[in-house]
């Protein structure tokens, strides 16, 4: 007998929906909400409206895409946490009322695991245990993962996440929201040695970018004279915006290179003293460009076997949600009607 879950992710700013049936994803909708874009970031209030107009026709076209009628379904996964409480609700409670009107079992699913799962969506699948350096707008982790129900948070951000590292230079630079993608664009044609930005020293396999976004803040107003910590700003408004105009790709490469190396540093350590080998990488993130071919190269110096999700399954997605939701079925880890969302959840 074959298990098809529908799944449903909702926890920021992309309302999802996809059918899973034995571990193969036959669709995998998604509206994204444009109206975050002129605020520079996402309004909690206005995604949850989003969430509401979109969440009927984004099921209903993921259940036509993989043309599955509503009684084939043997369970509702959708994403518990974490996530913007208000955003989660729409989605947690159009499961739940899903689940009630069919009479099929409930599945948590915790969006962390849910990245980290999603390495496990294609034919090539790394083995276990693995690591998983997840990288998303929220979280900057690296996983060990020694089955899909046991995983292990080994290192993490102590401040930023590396998405808001690309996020708020973007900001920085005038670019609009989401700006991780822009920066991605205009590095492929930039310098990445123009400009030099810090490693930060934390010990263990820990990360902090909060000291990469103060140096670049300092770094612009001074016109790049000088990414040192300054009082007084050498540069006025017309030479700092001069200064960006004419070197943003080498900005933006210079940026991303740190932000790359900041991440790949402390996975070679974490490769190193867990001796694993199949390593793979999830997130928002990992759709850089910069970040997938130098964890490719990287992978090759060390012999690695090396895993990265297909570009629709790194963003926010239904389908991760739905193949966590598929191992949680054979496990019968089903939850109950009275289920909540929570905004912050450790695992
Ligand atoms: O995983 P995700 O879709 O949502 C969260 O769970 O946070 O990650 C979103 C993050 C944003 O910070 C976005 O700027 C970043 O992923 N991102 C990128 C790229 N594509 C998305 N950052 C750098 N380069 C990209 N190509
Ligand atoms: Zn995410």
């Not at 992710?9 to 002129?38: F, M, P, W, Y």
């Not at 540069?235 to 001069?242: H, L």
Request: hydrophobic residues 40%; negative net charge; contains cysteine.
């Amino acid at each position: 007998m074959s298990i098809c879950i529908l799944a449903i992710e909702s926890s920021c700013d992309e309302t999802s929906a996809s059918v899973c049936v034995d571990g193969k994803i036959l669709s995998n909708n998604i509206a994204n909400q444009t109206v975050h874009e002129r605020y520079g970031g996402v309004i909690p209030e206005l995604a949850s409206r989003a969430h509401m107009q979109n969440i009927v026709p984004v099921v209903d076209t993921a259940l036509q895409i993989a043309n599955c009628p509503l009684p084939a379904i043997d369970a509702i996964a959708f994403t518990q946490a974490p996530g913007l409480i208000g955003s989660l609700l729409v989605g947690t409670q159009f499961a739940k009322s899903m689940a009630l009107a069919l009479d099929k079992p409930l599945i948590a699913v915790h969006h962390m695991q849910a990245h980290v799962l999603a390495n496990l969506i294609p034919d090539h699948k790394p083995n276990f245990p693995f690591l998983c350096l997840t990288v998303s707008g929220g979280h900057t982790q690296i996983v060990r993962c020694d089955s899909p129900s046991q995983l292990q948070v080994i290192g993490e951000t102590i401040d930023d996440a590396a998405g808001e590292a690309f996020d708020k230079t973007a900001k920085m630079l005038g670019l609009p929201y989401p700006g991780g993608p822009l920066i991605d664009k205009y590095a492929a044609t930039g310098n990445p040695n123009r400009f030099q930005f810090p490693e930060p020293r934390i010990a263990g396999l820990n990360f902090s970018f909060s000291g990469l976004k103060t140096s670049i803040l300092y770094f612009l107003k001074n016109a790049g004279a000088s990414n040192l910590f300054k009082e007084e700003f050498l540069a006025d408004e017309a030479t700092r915006q001069k200064f960006i105009d004419e070197n943003l790709n080498d900005i933006c490469a210079s940026v991303q290179h740190r932000i790359v190396s900041i991440l790949l540093n402390k996975l070679k350590k974490a490769a190193a003293e867990t001796g694993i080998t199949d390593i793979c990488l999830a997130g928002g993130v990992s759709a850089n460009s910069g970040l997938r071919s130098s964890f490719e190269r990287l992978g090759k110096q060390e012999g690695w076997n090396t895993f990265i999700p297909a570009f629709e399954y790194c963003t926010d997605n239904a389908a991760m949600i739905a193949i966590t939701g598929y191992y949680k079925f054979l496990e019968r880890d089903f939850t109950t009607l009275g289920v909540s969302p929570t905004a912050r959840a450790i695992w």
